[in-house]
C-alpha cells in the first residue's frame, strides 16, 4: 500500500498573527493549556521557528503544499488535539486523535453543529463575507442541526436516499462513464481529473437529483469552487443554490421519480428553502467527495506498483480499493466544524464555550494510535473517517463508493493499456481547508474508436468484457497497441452472423449464448449486475 500523502514536511514558516488578529487576545494558557507537555505551555521560543503566539495557519502555502506534514507539526507539538488559524487568522481547534474526533462526532450534547454558538460571528471575527461563508453560515439543514431537529430534517435525507434504486444508478454510472470515455478515447491522451473524475459524479449526481439538463461545465466548476474559502466562493454558491431553487419549483409543479420530488413530498414537510439546502447539500458532499475519490484511486492504480500488483493478481478487488484510498488519501482532509456547547475538555486541552473545532480526518486516519504501520493492508476494515462519524455521518457514502469502483471499472475496461504520461513526481495537488485536490492525471493508452452508448443500459448485456490489467510494464518493454473491439449485435443492429434482424426478436430479449457450466453462467451473471448491467 502506498503511504498517505507520501511525502515529507516541509520547512517551519513565520506564523505571526496580523496586528488585531483575535489570537493576540488569547494567553498562552488558552491556546495550550494540559497539553502533552504535562500543563506546561509550549507556545512561543519552545517551537522552533514560531514567533509569539505559536499558531500555525489551517491556510497559506504550508497547509495547502504540505498538509499532511502540518498535520504531524501540530501532532508532535499539541498532542491530539491542536490550536489553529482559519483564513483570516480565526481561532480554531483541529481534532488530530482517532478516538478524540469519535467522542467530537458522537457526542452533540458537548460539540453541536449549529454554528451560531460560534463566538467569531458574534464578535465580527468571522463576517458574512468570510472566505468560508458558505460552509459555517447557519442554514435550516440537518447538518447545522441537533436534537429533534437533525432527526426531522436527516430523516428526510436517509428516507429519500434509501428510494435510490441503487442497480439502476449503476447503469447510469456505467453508461456516463462510457460516454465520458467517448470523448477522449480516439487520442490516445488524456487528463482523467478534468475529463473524467471531476464530470462523472456531477453527471450521476444531477440525474439522481433530476436535473440532468442542469448538467454544466459552470455547474462543475461551481461546486469545486464554493468549498475551497477563495474570492468567488460566495459567488459560486449563489449560482448553485439558484439551480437548486428552480428545480425546486419545477417539482412542486410536476413531481417526478426523483430525489428533489421526494424531499419535496416527505412527510417531515420541509418548506422549500430547506429542500433547496438539503439538495445543495448531498449535490455538493457527493460531488466533492467522489471527485476526488475517483482521483485518488487512479493515482494510486496508476503508480503504486504494489497496488496495481494486489489488483491484477486478483488478492484485491476495485470496492477494496476505493476502501484503502479512503483510508490513505480521504476526499475530505478535514469537515468544518463542531461548536462547544459549553466549557469542556478534549484532547487534554481547554474548549471554551463557542469555540470552533475542525474534525481533522486525513490526520485521524493516520494517528499512530490505530495504524503504528501506514504501509499495512487495510482491507476490510470501514473504521476511517473518511464520511466522519455519529449522528452526522454521511448518509449517501455507499452512492459515492458506487460511482467510484463502477466509474473506475468502466474505464479500465475500455482503455487496459492505460499508463500515466508523466512521472509521479510531476504531479500537482491543490489544498483547500477540506479538501486536497489531484489537478491533472495525464495519461496515455492506445487509441480506439468509441463505444454506441445511446441505446437503454441493458442493450450492453451482451458485450464481452475484456479483463483489464494493471501490471507494472518495465521501460523498456513497449506494449502492442489494443485491438478495437468487434461492435456485439447490441451495437450495430445485425444478428449473430452481422445479417439483419431475421428471427424476429427484439434485440433486448434475445437470450446470451448457454456457454460454459451453469455455475459460470450464474457467476457471469452476477459480475453483470455488479457492474450496473
Known sequence: MTT??????????????????PAHGMTAGELNSHGPSGGQDTIGPTLHGLAAGGLRRLYGPEAENDPMGLYEKLRAEHGSVAPVLLHGDVPAWLVLGHSDNLHMTRTPSQFSRD???????HDGTAPPDHPLAPIFTWQPICVFADGAEHERLRGAVTDSIARIDHRGVRRYINRYSNRLVNEFCRDGRADLVSRFAEHLPMMVMAQI???PEEYSERLVQAARDMIKGTATANESNAYVMATLTRLVKRRRIAPEEDFATWLTEHPAGLTDDEVSQHLRLVLIAAYETTANLIANVLRMVLTDPRFRAQLSGGHMTLPEAVEQTLWDEPPFTTIFGRWAVGDTELGGQRIKAGDALVVGIAAAN???????????????????????????ECPGQDIGRAIADTGIDALLLRLPDI??????????????LMSRQLLELPVSFAPRPPQDVTGPPSASAAVPRPQWQVDSPRPD???????????????????????????????????EPRVGSAPQRAW???TRWWRGH
Open 209 to 211: 437529483l433530476g436535473m
Open 115 to 121: 454554528s451560531r454558538r460560534w463566538r467569531a460571528l
Open 4 to 21: 498517505p500523502y507520501s511525502h515529507r514536511p516541509g520547512p517551519d514558516g513565520p506564523m505571526v498573527p496580523p496586528p488585531g488578529c
Open 477 to 511: 518493454v513497449v506494449r502492442p497497441p489494443a485491438q478495437a473491439p468487434v461492435p456485439s449485435s447490441a451495437e450495430d443492429g445485425t444478428g449473430a452472423a452481422g445479417t439483419p434482424e431475421a428471427t424476429g426478436v427484439i434485440p433486448e430479449q434475445r437470450a
Open 366 to 392: 493516520v494517528d499512530p494510535v490505530v495504524r503504528p504501520d501506514l504501509n499495512a493492508s487495510m482491507q476490510g476494515n470501514r473504521a476511517h473517517l473518511a464520511f466522519s462519524g455519529g449522528p452526522h
Open 419 to 432: 499508463q500515466l504520461a508523466v512521472e509521479e513526481h510531476e504531479l500537482w495537488y491543490e489544498g483547500a
Open 524 to 526: 457471469r451473471a452476477v
